[in-house]
């Protein structure tokens, strides 16, 4: 995606095609283009995929990303969920066994 940069006065003896146009026009994230002959205005930033805007400043999935870790951080507390309520029934049945064999014991020695 190719966006538009405001004309920029060039100082005599400087190239602004150069790659450090790039790094500081464009955040590094872009490359600096010359418009095309007869396309007017000054240079433009050519941004790199998942960059976008006026000198690529922004990012595309910057939105996704908030939901990318809610989603995570609610997997991980189900997950702590299961796990804590798989060891509370355990725990129950485990108790339950015991009191079943105390019982059967106790029936046993009379």
């Given at each position: 995606?190719?966006?538009y ?6 100082p ?6 150069l790659s450090t146009?790039?790094e500081?026009?464009c955040y590094?994230?872009g490359?600096?283009?010359?418009p ?6 000054g ?6 995929l998942g ?10 999935n ?8 809610l ?7 189900g997950?702590?969920?299961t ?5 509370k ?12 064999l105390g019982?059967?014991?106790e029936c046993?020695?009379?």
């Amino acid at each position: 995606m190719a966006t538009y940069l405001a004309p920029v006065s060039q100082p005599r003896g400087v190239d602004l095609i150069l790659s450090t146009c790039g790094e500081t026009q464009c955040y590094g994230r872009g490359t600096c283009r010359a418009p095309v002959a007869g396309g007017g205005g000054g240079l433009f930033c050519d941004c790199m995929l998942g960059y976008k805007g006026e000198r690529c400043e922004d990012t595309v999935n910057e939105s996704l990303s908030v939901y990318l870790t809610l989603g995570v951080l609610a997997i991980i507390v189900g997950f702590f969920l299961t796990a804590f309520l798989c060891a509370k029934i355990r725990q129950k049945q485990n108790r339950r066994k015991r009191l079943a064999l105390g019982v059967y014991h106790e029936c046993n020695n009379e």
